[in-house]
């Protein structure tokens, strides 16, 4: 695997506002190689003989493949551990799961719904957590989707990306990732759905160190304008379902369509995080027209992962 100075072993991977702008191009740097690596048939094992456990309390087809292939490739193990599988679901505590998963794995990943959970399995376990998704972030994917938009732009610091839909744990991620990385990131929500305040004020202080900018809106058209990415993701993510029929409403005019994209540079880039909703937060016009790069994220899942997997429970 390609040396490097910055050592993260033994580190969590929580949020991409844990690391540095030099770390992070580490990370993507390292995924990049591995990916090269692996689609020229010379793949590299740093965790052969190593073991993932794989907390889920909420479900997915991309983390969960992702992260199983993804320790396969890289020469180790992952174990699929349902909330129904562990004593999580009967009552015992995440700090005991910790402890008692620490003696066993060389790195643990949860994917959940309150990000006070990741926090407390983090402090409790002495192994590597990474975190597949919480409430508050997505770090993996969003640091998936910028290594995608790096593919194919050549470069990610003075890119616009416009965030449309939800203030959700999608939406925190990438502005916390693209103010670290040098980029203007726009968000566009209806009013009642506005990102995090604490996540706001940190991404603006980000991005302040880095000559970037964050805009918080409730206008999409002005969040697209001249964007180099344009973002969406569902209108009522796991755990919301319930509240389908009202964000329908709230959404509605926050709709990622031809006209909208129209205000945006015409090379610009479509990304979704996915599963996506044809004809609700995207027109099937955009998310399969040639713009799109949705699929090349979802590939990206794995490689950038693995870079973190690598990094941080190699010897």
């Not at 916390?176 to 209806?190: L, N, R």
Request: proline fraction near 3%; glycine fraction near 8%.
């Amino acid at each position: 695997m390609t040396l490097t100075q910055i050592d993260l072993r033994g580190r969590d991977f929580i949020a991409l506002a844990d690391y540095t702008q030099e770390e992070l191009y580490t990370l993507l740097k390292v995924a990049r190689d591995l990916k090269e690596k692996q689609k020229a048939g010379t793949p590299e094992q740093p965790l052969k003989g190593k073991t993932l456990g794989m907390i889920f309390e909420k479900s997915s087809t991309r983390t969960r493949v992702s992260f199983e292939v993804g320790m396969y490739q890289l020469g180790g193990q992952a174990l699929f551990l349902s909330k129904n599988d562990i004593q999580i679901g009967r009552g015992e505590t995440i700090e005991d799961t910790a402890q008692v998963l620490s003696r066993y794995v060389d790195g643990i990943m949860i994917r959940t719904y309150a990000h006070r959970t990741v926090i407390d399995l983090a402090r409790a376990a002495t192994v590597p957590v990474i975190n597949g998704l919480s409430d508050l972030n997505h770090p993996c994917q969003a640091l998936a989707d910028y290594m995608t938009v790096l593919e194919k732009k050549g470069r990610l610091e003075g890119l616009k990306v416009a965030y449309i839909g939800d203030g959700n744990n999608m939406a925190h991620s990438l502005m916390m990732g693209g103010a670290k990385f040098g980029m203007h990131v726009a968000v566009a929500t209806p009013e009642g759905y506005e990102v995090d305040p604490e996540v706001a004020k940190q991404s603006k202080e980000f991005a302040e160190q880095h000559g970037a900018s964050i805009t918080l809106t409730h206008d999409p058209k002005e969040a697209v304008a001249d964007a180099d990415v344009i973002y969406t993701d569902v209108w009522a993510s796991m755990g919301f379902e319930e509240e389908q029929k009202e964000r329908e409403k709230a959404f509605h005019s926050y709709q990622v369509n031809e006209a909208l994209a129209k205000y945006a540079k015409g090379d610009y880039l479509f990304m979704h995080c996915l599963p996506a909703h044809r004809g609700e937060e995207v027109s099937a016009g955009v998310i399969d027209g040639s713009n799109s790069i949705i699929f090349d994220q979802a590939e990206n899942r794995l490689h950038a992962q693995k870079a973190i997997m690598a990094l941080t429970m190699c010897n």
